[in-house]
Each structure stands twice: as C-alpha cells, then as structure tokens.
C-alpha cells in the first residue's frame, strides 16, 4: 500500500482482522470466511485475508449482508415489552437475542436496564469506559420516561415528584429534573439518576401506579418514530461528549 498522506498513518487492518473485531468469529473463522469468498469490499468478492484496508468508513459485506466498520458498536434498540436486560435471564428472553449474532460476539452489553415490561430506547455498547460514563451519577444523562398512570395525576404529585420523593433504600430524595402532565394519566418525566424500578417507585411514593413504562430518551438520543419495536441502529459514539 502507498505511503500514508498528511502525516498520520491511515488505520489499515488485515481483511480477516477486520471481521474479527467486528465480531465474525475467532481469527481463524474470519480468515475462512474470506477464504471461501464470503467477504466484499466494495460490492467485489475480496478472498485475501491477509490484504490490508482502510478501517475508516469501511463497508463490508459478509453472506450478502453489509455492515458498516465500528471501532465501538454503539447501537440503539427499540425493546418491546416482554424482554430482559439481564445477561441471565429468567422469566423472559435476554434483549441481546434481537440483535444479530456479530454484535452479541462482540460482548455488547445493555447501558443501565429497563425492566422487563418497560419499553423504548435502550443502548449497548461493547465499550465499558462508555457504560460507565452514560450510567455513573457525576454525569447526570437525563432519560425521558413516558409513564402511564394507574390514578389521575394531579399537581401536588407532579409538584412532589419535582421537590423530591424519599425511597425505601436512600434517605436522600430523588427529584425529576422534569415532570410534565401530558393528559389526566400521563405524564413525561426525566430523570438524572438510574436507581433500581425508580420510576415506579417515585410514582408509588406520591399514592400513584404505573400501569405502562416507555423511554423515549437518553442523553443526545431519541427514540426515532421510524424504529419499530425490537429493531435496533447504529449510533455513532462521537456523539457522547
Ligand atoms: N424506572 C422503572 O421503574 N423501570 C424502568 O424500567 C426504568 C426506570
């Protein structure tokens, strides 16, 4: 390959590496992957593992199916109801089992949970430095929750979920930086912190219920209308400042 322009070497990796970190399989699995003609770069069969491309904005496909290059996977997943966060599940199925087999290799793991009934926006990343900065309370990443309300809401519990409510493990409050009443049993509610069933419990603290549970945002992300439930996308991990 030509020498590398403007200073900086270009990020140039073995066809066969490439699938590898992108989660194709062990070393040896991806080299027979190319071997076998099962790679394109470019829309032409590539079948030499050893042949090094540029990894920046690098599109492959692998058994007809294109995938863009990643150095983390950061993606976002519409969860349906009925879908654990947990690596272990137990009463339901894990939401990694909606994503393709690629991703789960590469050890994507939910940021923070949503409860198996809760649905809307969930992001995975393989990137523990990234989990920790979007889950750790110094950072404050408001997630925006839409929340169904077994009881009427009324002003006094939006003007207590605002001053903050006492739960059962902490003696200090917890407050919503937003609460908004959208109609007589719902409301939009953003929260900073991610304490266990918070939510469901800052609304059982002021005499209320929730009877539904959706996230529509976390942090620079919204829930796009296009995505339907169980499907996932990309995102680009730039976005997190
Ligand atoms: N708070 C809850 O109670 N449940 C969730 O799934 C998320 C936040």
């Known amino acids: 390959m030509g020498a590398p322009q403007g200073g900086r070497a270009r990020d140039e990796r073995p066809l066969a590496d490439i699938l590898f970190s992108q989660g194709f399989g062990t070393r040896r699995e ?3 992957r190319v071997l076998s003609g099962a790679v394109t770069v470019g829309g032409q069969v590539q079948d030499d593992p050893a042949r090094p491309w540029p990894v920046a904005g690098l599109r492959f ?3 007809g199916v294109e995938w863009p290059f990643h150095a983390t996977a950061l993606v976002l997943l519409h969860k349906p109801a009925g879908y654990e966060c947990s690596q272990r599940p137990r009463h339901h199925p894990s939401v990694l089992s909606l994503l ?3 991703l789960r290799r590469r050890g ?3 940021v923070g949970r949503l409860d198996a009934d809760t ?3 969930l992001l995975l990343t393989d990137d523990g430095a990234l989990i920790h900065r979007l889950t750790s309370p110094k950072h404050h990443e408001p997630k925006v929750y839409e929340v169904t309300a077994r009881h009427p809401v009324d002003a006094g519990q ?3 979920l605002l001053a903050g409510v006492v739960l059962d493990d902490d003696p200090r409050p917890v407050r919503a930086a937003a609460a ?3 109609d007589a049993h719902n409301l939009s509610l953003t929260l900073t912190e991610g304490k266990y069933h918070q939510v469901k419990r800052m609304l059982a603290a002021v005499g209320n219920r929730v009877e539904a549970l959706h996230r529509s945002a976390f942090g620079p992300w919204t829930l796009d209308a296009t995505l339907p ?3 996932w996308r990309w995102l680009s991990a730039d976005q997190v400042s």
Do not use: H, K, N, Y
């Open 61 to 63: 496909s692998v058994d």
């Open 229 to 231: 439930p169980g499907q």
């Open 100 to 102: 393709p087999e690629p």
């Open 108 to 110: 994507v793991q939910p």
């Open 30 to 32: 991806c080299a027979v």
């Open 158 to 160: 939006i003007e207590r």
């Open 180 to 182: 908004v009443r959208t």
């Open 119 to 121: 649905t809307g926006l």
